[in-house]
């Protein structure tokens, strides 16, 4: 999962938003708005928001991985679809 949310980090952040349409937006941007977590990079808000409840990395899974722009998908997720 860190590898996948790194990705969403740094040049071109703005084309990866998780949440957008599905619902978990408007809590997400909430999180985002605290104070405590407003200078925090993209990446620890996201591992923050989705690891806080039991099963919300696998239940938002697909939704992190749609939200990965094809150039920057993280080499190790290349490597084992290439196996497959």
Not at 36 to 42: G, S, T
Not at 45 to 64: D, N, P, Q, T, Y
């Amino acid at each position: 999962m860190d590898s996948i949310l790194r990705t969403m980090e740094g040049p071109g952040d703005a084309e990866s938003r998780p949440g957008d349409g599905s619902g978990v937006g408007p809590s997400l941007r909430r999180l985002h708005g605290m104070p405590a977590q407003r200078d925090w990079p993209r990446a620890a808000v996201l591992r923050r928001f989705f690891g806080s409840r039991a099963g919300g990395k696998e239940r938002h899974a697909a939704l992190l991985v749609q939200a990965v722009h094809p150039d920057r998908v993280p080499a190790p997720l290349v490597a084992v679809l290439g196996q497959v």
